[in-house]
């Protein structure tokens, strides 16, 4: 692609005729000074790809993985801390209530996995108004309907008879004598303990002593007998010192103007050091929750009296706690924070061997050449064994598919590391308009920026389909990295982009089959292959339902629908239609078949269950035990595939019978039909967007958008089209990743996006921008060589032969079924 870029770019700018020429240069020497700089442009062109090519960029991603891996890994063994740790101590805020932990993903917990984390548990909160402030966001996680009206200094009980949850607040406003002794209560024998402890004070204690030096002092001395007592506590349980938070001084009335931000800092430190000295001799167990104090930090020029945190700021508090509790329970998928990494199953200890024997079995075939290289052979041998197939002929044949699987290998071993071992950060996504719009702006840029002319002008050629799936495949990319779904239109105009793309698996494989006649199974198989070995072999090592991978279920569905519908007799292909009009009335015929088809599924989503639910069948449709995640897939894009199918029809007639004008430069039909349709497509696709922009709620919008969604996709079908200049260019950028966009939007779940999509890997931490450019380069190279594996055991493994293909999906089957029995056996290792 590289080398005809140039090439394109030479004749482009050879051939143009009529520019504005430079200033101070007519005549000849305009055009010769026109040639220098095109010649000087491609020759720097060329001479940068001969040193930065895509070979060369993968083994830089290479080297940049390796020194990131190394770098990460010291980090933790050397740095200290782990993600609990940061959890409750560091974080900053994404936007005005969007909290985000340092390294890793706080999940927002609800009523219910709230009450199923803490069943049959007892959690005590002790301390003065701000732990009773702190106690009430809490409960209100349990119970959402709870309001805060227990008396102010007395002790308030909270019971969830469901769940036998029971939550408490004490009054205990000072570290004293009094507090000691409620703690000391519940270190004796055979007392009933509470399962979790969180308590603060200080406040108090500087307001009644003014201050005083001697007041910090006892406040020391009180917390150190405390902190053993803490520590016995935590050899049962779990036990949270929390810091003070930071007050606004200008508003503090003046019994409470000597509790000074100073003051308070003294406090922590007095509460930090008689802790974590107590910790370096192996004592203590008492977590630091300081997390909430950092929120306070940035709000509590919000306090209405100074002193207590606005409920924002108070219930990331509390959902800092319910994470450190929770998250290694529930193990909810994107809260990263406080979890530990299940072991393998049986599954990705499987796939661990196949790609580990690959690269012994590799070893073993590398050293057999070398030493039959090095072997002197007799010449009245080697004139024999010239006859025979050369050993190193025999070699060459599992040598490649070998080594394709030993590249699969590593990169796997890099999803595996970046999104299921605790090495690389994660974060949480937050959107805002700059964060989508920004990113977008600027790739459109560069996808005009490099424009070539295409090889041939037919509607939809093969570089303007690449093209188009590149674009939206960028746009989708940003859109999920962004968070973007959480705009409504955004999102309502992203499905448009996914409708688009079944849009072109229908008019593609439709095009293919009506044109070639080609049922053979060898198409078919090879068609499976390149669209489900990724998501297959990441099934396995990242231990993921099928469905998690939607998309790939979903063109597989389809295509093996358009298969089904077409090859089923009669088969109708374009020469039998040539020779009689009626044909055409049974290609309708049969889409409209497929149509009622669809129509009965769409309308009785209990019948669709049920064909669904079959096992072995459902493994490849269930997510999380249900298929209803696939019901929502299918149904939101119900009619985009037989739309493409029967434009495709309508448009491979038309061909036929000559009635569009397809040539370099000419409009698709004549000028007042080419206008009136433009005309019509820019109001409808315009119309679309107001529409779509003017969606409320999703629920609405997506009841309406499998009827509506073929406006936008013919709408700009037809202005990309009916030009003739528009037909005759397109965008090398764009098109060179619609090449891998299957394997970018699947790539992006583990190695760009974190936590099966529901994060941000960070591979640079503290700099996000930076963040994102180089876990981006490493995301497309990745996908890139991905493709290039995939074409490569594509060739091997689907040989055209039908009986040797029969024998390997016979294995493959036997495969399948020990996969799927395996993957049957094997536990669930995430959570909701």
């Not at 004749?11 to 520019?19: L, V, Y």
């Not at 088969?571 to 040539?578: G, M, P, R, V």
């Not at 936590?755 to 890997?761: C, E, M, V, Y």
């Amino acid at each position: 692609m590289e080398k005809e870029a140039v090439s394109h770019e030479a004749e482009r700018a050879e051939g143009a005729q009529g520019g504005a020429p430079p200033l101070g240069c007519t005549g000849a020497c305009c055009h010769g000074g026109a040639k220098m700089a095109v010649l000087a442009y491609s020759l720097g062109k060329r001479e940068i790809n001969q040193h930065f090519t895509i070979k060369n960029a993968k083994l830089i991603s290479l080297v940049v993985v390796i020194l990131l891996i190394v770098f990460h890994t010291a980090s933790r063994y050397y740095g200290g801390g782990d993600s609990c740790e940061w959890l409750l101590s560091k974080g900053r805020y994404l936007g005005e209530n969007v909290w985000q932990p340092y390294g890793c993903m706080m999940h927002k917990y609800k009523s219910i996995e709230a009450k199923t984390c803490l069943a049959k548990k007892q959690v005590a909160f002790i301390g003065d108004s701000r732990i009773r402030q702190l106690f009430y966001s809490f409960i209100k996680i349990i119970d959402p309907a709870q309001r805060e009206d227990g008396n102010k200094h007395e002790d308030i009980s909270f019971d969830d008879e469901r769940s036998s949850v029971n939550v408490k607040f004490l009054w205990y406003p000072e570290a004293n004598n009094s507090m000691k002794e409620r703690l000391i209560s519940w270190t004796y024998e055979g007392s009933a303990k509470p399962d979790v402890v969180i308590l603060g004070a200080a406040t108090w204690s500087i307001k009644l002593h003014s201050g005083s030096s001697e007041s910090l002092q006892k406040y020391k001395l009180n917390l150190t007998t405390i902190a053993v007592h803490l520590d016995k506590l935590a050899e049962h349980g779990e036990v949270y010192w929390v810091l003070q938070d930071p007050v606004n001084e200008e508003v503090l009335s003046e019994s409470r103007k000597v509790i000074t931000n100073s003051q308070l800092e003294m406090y922590n430190d007095a509460a930090v050091d008689v802790l974590n000295s107590s910790k370096r001799y192996g004592r203590s167990r008492v977590k630091l929750l300081a997390a909430s104090r950092q929120a306070a930090l940035e709000t509590i020029s919000q306090s209405v009296d100074g002193l207590h945190l606005p409920e924002s700021t108070r219930n990331v508090g509390a959902m800092v706690l319910m994470n450190s509790l929770c998250n290694k329970i529930i193990r909810p998928i994107d809260g990263s924070c406080c979890q530990t990494l299940p072991p393998p199953n049986h599954l990705q200890k499987l796939s661990a061997c196949i790609f580990v024997g690959s690269a012994l079995v590799l070893i073993v075939l590398a050293i057999l050449g070398n030493n039959r290289h090095r072997r002197p052979v007799p010449p009245d041998v080697e004139s024999l064994e010239e006859k025979k197939p050369t050993t190193a002929a025999v070699l060459q044949g599992p040598k490649a598919p070998l080594q394709a699987l030993c590249r699969m290998g590593i990169i796997m071993a890099y999803f595996y590391i970046c999104d299921r071992a605790d090495v690389f950060m994660k974060e949480q996504k937050f959107y805002t308009h700059s964060s989508f719009f920004i990113p977008l702006i600027y790739i459109l840029i560069l996808g005009v920026f490099y424009n070539e002319n295409t090889k041939e002008t037919k509607l939809l050629n093969r570089e303007q389909t690449d093209e188009w799936k590149g674009w939206m495949q960028l746009v989708i990319l940003i859109y999920h990295i962004s968070g973007a779904s959480a705009f409504v239109p955004v999102y309502m105009h992203v499905r448009v982009l996914v409708a688009a793309y079944l849009f072109q698996t229908g008019y593609g494989h439709f095009s293919f089959f009506w044109l070639k006649g080609d049922f053979g199974l060898y198409r078919v198989c090879q068609v499976l292959f390149r669209l489900n070995f990724l998501v297959l072999v990441l099934c396995m090592v990242m231990d993921r339902p099928y469905q998690a991978y939607y998309f790939v279920p979903l063109v597989t569905f389809w295509f093996v629908t358009i298969y089904a519908t077409l090859a089923m007799w009669p088969q109708i292909l374009q020469k039998k239609a040539n020779s009689s009009g009626l044909w055409h009335l049974g290609v309708l015929a049969k889409l409209l078949g497929l149509l009622l088809v669809i129509c009965v599924f769409a309308y009785s989503q209990g019948f669709f269950e049920r064909v669904f639910s079959v096992w072995p069948i459902s493994m490849l449709f269930e997510l999380d035990g249900s298929i209803h995640e696939w019901w929502f897939r299918w149904k939101l894009d119900r009619f985009a595939v037989i739309h493409g199918m029967l434009f495709a029809f309508i448009y491979l007639v038309l061909q036929k019978r000559q009635v569009l004008s397809e040539g370099k430069g000419e409009a698709l039909f004549s000028a007042k039909i080419s206008n009136l349709l433009l005309f019509l497509s820019v109001v409808s696709f315009i119309t679309y967007s107001i529409w779509a922009s003017s969606c409320k709620t999703k629920t609405e919008c997506n009841e309406m958008h499998p009827f509506i969604s073929v406006v936008q996709i013919l709408a700009f079908i037809l202005i990309r089209n009916i030009p003739g200049y528009a037909r005759s260019v397109y965008s090398s950028f764009f098109a060179w990743f619609g090449k891998i966009s299957l394997e970018l939007f699947i790539c992006q779940y583990h190695i760009w996006l974190a936590a099966d999509t529901r994060g941000i890997l960070v591979l640079i931490p503290g700099n996000p921008s930076l963040n994102i450019m180089v876990s981006t380069f490493i995301f497309v190279c990745v996908a890139h060589e991905i493709s290039l594996i995939t074409n490569e055991l594509a060739q091997v493994v689907i040989p055209k032969d039908s009986m040797a293909l029969l024998k390997r999906l016979g294995a493959a089957g036997l495969f399948g079924v020990l996969v799927l029995l395996l993957a049957r056996s094997s536990q669930p290792t995430h959570g909701a």
